[in-house]
């Protein structure tokens, strides 16, 4: 499967993004997509994944962030709101057979990353 994340953009503290994955082929709605981010000079993070309806969170990111998949549109999409500095970083998304995990060396399909840019 091919991934394409989009939605990144230049946003104020407080504000809100809409991060959308979209995926090629048939099987998608069998993959858990997770969202990663890798900030500068750090390792890549997971931040959300999601397998059927309910999403997992990282901490950080919990009340503020919310994942959800249209398995029609073959689409993941990760709501960013209340963000912070912080949260700035290259986002990726990623699939996987199987459960949601966290550890980014489980994941065999990436998207090419979009970036998240907070400004305080």
């Known amino acids: 499967v091919q991934l394409q994340a989009s939605g990144g953009g230049l946003v104020q503290a407080g504000g809100s993004l809409r991060l959308s994955c979209a995926a090629s082929?048939?099987?998608?709605?069998?993959?858990?997509v997770a969202w990663f981010r890798q900030a500068l000079g750090k390792e890549r993070e997971f931040v959300a994944g999601?397998?059927?309806?309910?999403?997992s969170y990282a901490d950080s990111v919990k009340d503020r962030f919310t994942i959800s998949r249209d398995n029609a549109k073959n689409t993941v999409h990760l709501q960013m709101n209340s963000l912070k500095p912080e949260d700035t970083a290259v986002y990726y998304c990623a699939g996987r057979r199987g459960a949601v995990v966290r550890g980014p060396a489980d994941f065999g399909s990436w998207g090419q990353g979009t970036q998240v840019t907070v400004s305080s």
């Open positions: 999601i397998r059927w309806s309910d999403g």
């Open positions: 082929g048939r099987t998608f709605s069998m993959l858990s």
